[in-house]
């Protein structure tokens, strides 16, 4: 069987994510961040989903996403329901997920070339 590494062809890319940390090109991050196919903003104060205010989206929809997906680390955690709905005004989707299942979702939908931004909660 013959492997080939297939680089995508946006910037930054994940490896996966689970409740610790993740990896994002070829650097482990353990603190909470916001990434794009074309930013990555490290450093994101936030480090439980339950504390989200409509204001910690604003680094989000600053990206001009058509879908966020919040991974909020080993267990899925939903922020307060004035997030969602911050979000339903603007016409932005906003997926819940674990940090694992985020990458995931990320990378198939960066992939295929979606206005997509993740943000992913380590506590």
Request: aromatic share 8%.
């Amino acid at each position: 069987m013959h492997l080939l590494l297939e680089r995508p062809d946006y910037q930054f890319f994940l490896r996966g994510a689970d409740g610790g940390s993740a990896l994002v090109n070829t650097r482990r991050l353990h603190t909470s961040f916001i990434i794009a196919p074309d930013a990555l903003r490290e450093h994101w104060p936030m480090h439980t989903a339950t504390a989200m205010q409509p204001a910690d989206l604003d680094d989000m929809f600053a990206l001009h996403p058509e879908l966020i997906v919040l991974g909020t680390g080993a267990t899925q955690v939903f922020p307060p329901p004035i997030v969602l709905a911050t979000c339903l005004q603007r016409g932005v989707g906003l997926e819940v997920m674990t940090n694992a299942a985020a990458a995931r979702t990320y990378s198939i939908l960066a992939g295929e070339g979606r206005r997509i931004v993740a943000a992913f909660i380590f506590p």
